[in-house]
Each structure stands twice: as structure tokens, then as C-alpha cells.
């Protein structure tokens, strides 16, 4: 199996697609509208990993005039697309659910459970392909995609054993609800963490005023103001602050400077921005407001 990212990506998005074109074509058939809920969910998984594709390629470029910080926040933009049309394609389903909860059609339920077994085999193919553990919050998205798909279609597939063996045809709406439910926890997961980056939101994991009580610890520093801590990226996490500090030679400052990046560096922050001044702030507190 190739290491690299993106070719695990379209790997997976060749697979993504021959399963939709089978739901799609079993669904109608069928008249299965948990086969068709599956199948919308795999339509946007193609246009996620598409789009994953080429931010991906785009996250990669340099640094230039017009992006001093790079490109990376490209993927996170695509993890927001990505998100976004999760819930839509949620409250699509929802709808039918509701217009199917009214009538029930019948359904071809050998035909559906052996598109919806197919369906399954193929979105955990394409779910391992792409692999866990991805930091790369572009890449974790399509992953997530994928695995909701894995978990939708084995609702499919109970759905159509409920109905097979009992036939309370109620079962199929039912578990394209909760296929939607299913969808939108999973984008609004996504999207909240991508807003939250374009927001620069402090990073999970990470609390400003604890930071600036550890480096105000140091004998060396006798306070800090101005602090803010943002994610540039997933996972790039950068710091700003001034601190203050007695008047000394500039030679005597660096040597402090090294000591808080290295602290900072442990806690996983790469990106480091620090002004030293030898006179206290007149604001008094550790946030200077952005007038």
C-alpha cells in the first residue's frame, strides 16, 4: 500500500465511485431509500475526495507574497465544503425518511441487500486506503467520509435483514435516519473544527493563561501580555507574545527567547513570535485588545 496521501486518495475516490454507480442503479431498482440515502452519502464523498485531491496539491505550495503562511488552509477550506454538504445531504434524507414514514413503498429486498453488501465491502476497502490517523485535517475529513459510509451501509444491510424477516417495512426509513444522524454528527464534527481555525480559536489541548503562568515562571521573565495562540493549520499551532524583561543586552535576551521556544516546543506549538520589552504594559493583563 502507497504511503503517499494523495494517491491513497484517488484510490479510494475509484473505488467511492463504482459503489455509487451500483447503489445508485440497486436503490432505483429496489426502491430501497436506505440504498439511496447510502448512495447520496457516497455522491458527496466522490466531490469530498476530489476536492481533498486538489487541496491537497494546493496545501503543498510555498510560502509567496500572496500567502506569507502557505497555502495549508486550503485543506481546512475543503474540510468546511466537505461539512457543509454532509448536512445538506442530511436534511435531504430526512425529508424522504419522512415522506416514506407516511407510505412505505415496497422494496426488492434481495436486490438491495446484495447491493448494500457490495456497498459495504467497497466503502471499508476505500476507508483503509486512506488509513487512520491522518493529522492533516483535509485528509481526515475524506477518512471520516469514508467510515460514515462503512457504518451506513451496515445499516442498510440490517435494515434489509429487519425487513426480509419480519417485513415491517418501517425498517428502511427508519435507518435512513439514522444514516442522517449519522452524517450530520460526523459534519458538524468537521466543521466546527475547520471554523474554528479559520476563526483562530484557541487550539483543543491548549490554554493561553497557562501557558503565560509557565513562562512567567521563569526567573528570567517578569510578565508577559499580548498573548495569542491560533492554529495556522491543523496541527500548526503558532504563538505570540511580548515579554518583559529586565533591561539587558540583546546577546542576554536570546538566550531567554531559545528557552521559551523550547518550552513551547514541547507543547507542540512550531510557529513562534516573541517581542521582549524592558518596561511593564500598561494594559496589566495578559489580552491586549485590537483597538
Given at each position: 500500500m502507497t504511503s503517499n496521501p494523495e494517491k491513497r486518495l484517488r484510490l479510494s475516490l475509484a473505488v467511492t465511485a463504482l459503489i455509487l454507480a451500483a447503489e445508485v442503479a440497486g436503490g432505483l431498482l429496489s426502491n430501497s431509500l436506505a440504498l439511496l440515502s447510502d448512495a447520496a452519502h457516497n455522491l458527496t464523498d466522490v466531490f469530498a475526495l476530489g476536492l481533498s485531491i486538489v487541496a491537497a496539491k494546493i496545501s503543498r505550495r510555498p510560502s509567496d507574497h500572496r500567502a506569507t503562511y502557505g497555502y495549508q488552509r486550503v485543506g481546512v477550506l475543503a474540510a468546511v465544503i466537505n461539512g457543509l454538504c454532509l448536512l445538506l445531504i442530511a436534511l435531504f434524507v430526512?425529508?424522504?425518511?419522512?415522506?416514506?414514514?407516511?407510505?412505505?413503498?415496497?422494496?426488492?429486498?434481495?436486490?438491495?441487500?446484495?447491493?448494500?453488501?457490495?456497498?459495504?465491502?467497497?466503502?471499508?476497502?476505500?476507508a483503509l486506503i486512506i488509513g487512520r490517523g491522518h493529522e492533516d485535517l483535509n485528509i481526515k475529513s475524506a477518512w471520516l467520509h469514508m467510515l460514515g459510509d462503512t457504518l451506513s451501509s451496515v445499516g442498510v444491510i440490517a435494515s434489509g435483514v429487519i425487513i426480509y424477516f419480519t417485513g415491517w417495512v418501517y425498517a428502511d426509513p427508519i435507518a435512513s435516519l439514522l444514516i442522517g444522524v449519522g452524517i450530520i454528527v460526523g459534519g458538524m464534527g468537521v466543521v466546527k473544527e475547520a471554523l474554528g481555525i479559520f476563526l483562530e480559536m484557541t487550539p483543543k489541548g491548549f490554554h493561553a493563561e497557562e501557558i503565560a503562568k509557565k513562562i512567567c515562571d521563569m526567573p528570567e521573565v517578569m510578565g508577559i501580555h499580548d498573548v495569542h495562540i491560533w492554529s495556522v493549520a491543523h496541527r500548526h499551532i503558532a504563538f505570540s507574545a511580548h515579554i518583559w524583561v529586565h533591561d539587558q543586552r540583546l546577546s542576554e535576551v536570546e538566550a531567554i527567547r531559545e528557552k521559551i521556544e523550547l518550552l513551547l516546543s514541547d507543547m507542540g506549538v512550531g510557529h513562534t513570535m516573541l517581542q521582549f520589552e524592558c518596561a511593564e504594559c500598561e494594559n496589566g493583563g495578559i489580552y491586549c485588545q485590537i483597538e
Open positions: 430526512f425529508f424522504e425518511s419522512y415522506r416514506r414514514l407516511i407510505s412505505p413503498p415496497q422494496i426488492d429486498i434481495p436486490l438491495m441487500l446484495t447491493i448494500a453488501v457490495v456497498g459495504f465491502i467497497g466503502n471499508l476497502v476505500a
